[in-house]
């Protein structure tokens, strides 16, 4: 299983942006391409989805939004492209807020999602929401993302090269300060190689 893919960020569709990595181009399927510029180093934390004739990657930008996807996935009626396609209109939190006051309404004016599947996503996901902690979560420690970077300019790099890359460090799962400078080199060096 593809757990994250980092690298340069170089084409886009609709749905979907190309990363390459080391020579390789990924086709991800994400929800807000639109956000992303062209030849930036980009880490995405994914979903691999395996069919019968196709392998697809779904994209994330951060660990806690691809955890949200999951759970959504799990919904009996949700698809992997109906789960994206949810998550591309509303942000992960918007979801665990609708579903926490169960806003029926809300849910229905979301792409491919009518009555059944509305109260179906209730049903399914009501207080399972709480193993992720959306509102007590933390994406960084600030002090240990400031000693990364300051590491990063003390060994050459630029700030604006760094600021192109501080989300992918913000977002890291393991805020250890050497696995934040290993993290930002590889994405400054693939940047570089782009």
Known sequence: MIAYISGVVVDKGLDYVV?????IGYQVFYGKPD???????RLFHTYQHVREDAIILFGFSSKL??????QLISVKGVGPKTGLSILSKISGEQLVSAVDQEDVKFLRTLPGVGPKMAAQILLDLKGKFVSTDVSTTKTSDTAVVEEAIQALLDLGFKRNEINNIKNEIVNAENQELNNLIKIGLQLLNARKRG
């Open 65 to 70: 939004e691809l955890q949200i996807y999951m």
């Open 35 to 41: 956000t992303v510029p062209l030849n930036e180093s």
């Open 19 to 23: 990363v390459d990595n080391q020579g």
